[in-house]
């Protein structure tokens, strides 16, 4: 198909927890969907290409949790679907508390996503791209129908490979993500301060991934992907 035509690259599977037998993936083609994971040939479909030429480049997809309906993707831009991936629509532009164009300078590559049973109606968004030629990161959480800032960083050791952010499954406000030259994180929703240097024991550069344990109710151990392992 035209995934395997254009040289597609999958950067991230969800499985819905409800459900086994679906997977959503977000690729550098669209979002793809297969309903019968579990077969022995699963027939994946792709059901979202973004709302312009420039928004197929995926990055992230997650289910709303506890919902088999509510879908989030990410690509230079941040969308919702709330009927199983059928249709979507921006949750960013004017009014949302997000809006790019007021960013300027800024121009948005590439999201990461992240989402806590903790609080099923809360998403965070970790916002790569470029301001004046130099790498800049913005971290924002969705709640209540509006975005809400939590960080902002500019440094030329960024990239948009080094999206690391995951969000603790029992404390809805603790996240963490890889920023410059180490990890940050808050644990109440605020302004986040470096918790493992470059230098430091068992850190090193270029964060890739931050997941927390699953299927825990206390103290999840988080764990950091990186160039050094």
């Keep these: 198909d035209d995934f395997i035509s254009n040289g597609g690259t999958i950067r991230k599977i969800e499985v819905d927890k409800l459900n086994p037998n679906i997977l959503v993936a977000a690729t550098s083609n669209g979002i793809y969907k297969t309903n019968n994971a579990l077969a022995s040939n699963p027939i994946w479909t792709k059901v979202f290409n973004g709302l312009a030429a420039s ?4 990055r992230a997809v997650k289910f709303k949790p506890n919902s088999s309906n509510t879908l989030y993707a990410s ?3 941040i969308f919702r679907s709330t ?3 059928t249709t979507w629509n921006s949750m960013t532009g004017p009014g ?3 809006d790019f164009s007021t960013l300027s300078p800024f121009e948005p590559f590439r999201i990461n996503l992240a989402v ?9 968004a970790y916002i790569w791209g470029v301001k004046n030629g130099i790498s800049t990161i913005y971290i924002y959480y969705y709640e209540n129908n509006n975005w809400n800032q939590l960080y902002t960083q500019t440094a030329g050791h960024l990239a948009k490979e080094w999206l690391g952010f995951a969000v603790s499954p029992v404390n809805p406000n603790e996240y963490y993500f890889y920023g410059y030259m180490g990890v940050y994180g808050s644990k109440n929703l605020s302004s986040p301060s470096k918790k493992g240097d470059y230098t430091s024991n068992g850190t090193y550069a270029d964060g890739h991934v931050l997941e927390f344990q699953p299927n ?3 103290n999840p151990l988080l764990f950091f992907g990186h160039h050094g392992g």
């Excluded at 928004?55 to 995926?58: I, L, N, P, S």
Aim: hydrophobic share 20%.
């Design 55 to 58: 928004d197929k480049d995926f």
């Design 75 to 77: 690509s230079n831009n």
């Design 83 to 85: 009927d199983g991936g």
């Design 96 to 98: 949302t508390g997000l």
């Design 116 to 124: 806590t049973p903790a609080n099923n109606n809360r998403l965070f």
């Design 216 to 218: 825990t109710t206390s």
